[in-house]
C-alpha cells in the first residue's frame, strides 16, 4: 500500500529557529498521527488529527504544533528547536474506522546543530 | 500505561534459517498488531497487521501469530535471505474509544549473513 509521502527528506537546522515538516497522505485517510523515533529507539507518538482536529497527543511541548487539511496533507510545525529534536519524523495515516493498519511515509531526518 | 518490549534487540543468522522474532505488551486491550520493517534511515513498511480477534496472519514467508490473553506476538521468518536484513517493528493499536496512537517496540535488528 503506497500514498503517503513527506517532505523534505533530509533538513539541517540551527537551534532556536522553526521548522516545518510536511505530510501527503493517502486519499480517504482522515486521520494522521506524527511520530519522532530517535536513532535506536522505536517510534514515539506525538499528535494525531482526526478531520483537521488534534484529538490525542503524546509527551511533547507545545512547541510542537500541527496542522491537517481538507486535501489529506498535514504540517508538523518545531518552534525553538533544540539539539535533542534530531531525530527522524514519520508520518502516519490510516481511514478512521476501517480494520487496516497505519500507512507510514518515508520520514524526514532533521537535524538540528 | 501501554509498553511493548521486543525479544531479541538484535539477532545474526547464516542465509536459509528460519527464525522467530518476539514482541510482548503489557495491555492486553488492542484493537490489532502490526508488524513493521524498517530499513536504515529509511520509513517504515507494513508487513503484517493482526486484528484482535485473529490468531495469525501469513504473507509469503512471514507469518505473525497473536495471543492476546498472554501480551505476545511473534513473528516467524522462513528460509531468511541477506534482503531480510532489517529492523523489524511490532506496534499495538489500543481498543476504540481510547487515542488510537501506535505504541512501537524498540525493535529486533536482524542480520542475514551469507
Known amino acids: 500500500e503506497t500514498g503517503v509521502t513527506q517532505s523534505p527528506t533530509h533538513l539541517i537546522k540551527t537551534r532556536g529557529q522553526q521548522v516545518t515538516l510536511r505530510c501527503s497522505s493517502q486519499s480517504g485517510h482522515n486521520t494522521v498521527s506524527w511520530y519522532q523515533q530517535a536513532l535506536g529507539q522505536g517510534p514515539q507518538f506525538i499528535f494525531q488529527?482526526?478531520?483537521?482536529?488534534?484529538?490525542g497527543r503524546g509527551n511533547f511541548p507545545p512547541r510542537f504544533s500541527g496542522l491537517q487539511f481538507p486535501n489529506y496533507s498535514s504540517e508538523l510545525n518545531v518552534n525553538a528547536l533544540e539539539l535533542d529534536d534530531s531525530a527522524l519524523y514519520l508520518c502516519a495515516s490510516r481511514h478512521h474506522g476501517s480494520d487496516y493498519g497505519y500507512t507510514f511515509g518515508s520520514g524526514t531526518r532533521l537535524t538540528v546543530v | 500505561k501501554q509498553e511493548v518490549t521486543q525479544i531479541p534487540a538484535a539477532l545474526s543468522v547464516p542465509e536459509g534459517e528460519n527464525l522467530v522474532l518476539n514482541c510482548s505488551f503489557t495491555?492486553?486491550?488492542?484493537?490489532?498488531l502490526q508488524w513493521f520493517r524498517q530499513d536504515p534511515g529509511k520509513g517504515l513498511t507494513s508487513l503484517l497487521l493482526i486484528q484482535s480477534s485473529q490468531r495469525e496472519q501469513t504473507s509469503g514467508r512471514l507469518n505473525a501469530s497473536l495471543d492476546k490473553s498472554s501480551g505476545r506476538s511473534t513473528l516467524y521468518i522462513a528460509a531468511s535471505q541477506p534482503g531480510d536484513s532489517a529492523t523489524y517493528l511490532c506496534a499495538v493499536l489500543p481498543e476504540w474509544g481510547t487515542a488510537s496512537k501506535l505504541t512501537f517496540g524498540t525493535g529486533t535488528r536482524l542480520q542475514v549473513t551469507l
Open positions: 488529527y482526526y478531520r483537521e482536529e488534534e484529538n
Open positions: 495491555d492486553s486491550a488492542i484493537y490489532n
